[in-house]
């Protein structure tokens, strides 16, 4: 195998179940994930040696895919059910998924904008990346960043509550 593909061999398979779950955690269902993961690993082994920093760029590129596949489509995160896809191995202990969706739950009621930089933020991204991946101002990632950590944290609160 030649060194480019051994190269996209080893990102492919460190990277691709962590696009999954970033794009999950910005609302979209597990088998569209999965989707636009592979859709995005595919372009990426296109452009291959184009990309400068491959992680953040499929990021980039299934967060705008995923963008698009909302405004294509409206539906509601409870009626679609965790199902495994070859790329998301089966969902495990029901315990383990009844947390993954609880917390689903809680960003699903947050704004687009909110969402996505939590979901950056969960890969280990600073806000000033954030803001440099997105195209927008450091100080406007951390307010969205601020705004979603309370509303996440309020409904917890409610939810301890009831």
Known sequence: MNSRKSEFAYFYR???HRLVAFLMWQGAPAALAA???Q???LKAYE???RIQSPEAWSRRVASRELVRAFSQVEES???LALEPTS???SPGAAAEWEQQQEILQLLHGLPSRQRQVLAWTLDGYTP???AAELGLN???VRVSLLKARKSVSSRMTDREEE
Request: aromatic share 4%.
């Open 14 to 16: 460190t990277c691709v």
């Open 35 to 37: 989707d636009l993961a």
């Open 39 to 41: 859709d995005t690993m």
């Open 47 to 49: 452009r291959w040696d």
């Open 77 to 79: 995160i409870d009626e």
């Open 87 to 89: 790329l998301l191995p």
């Open 128 to 130: 000033t990346e954030i």
């Open 138 to 140: 450091a100080a406007a």
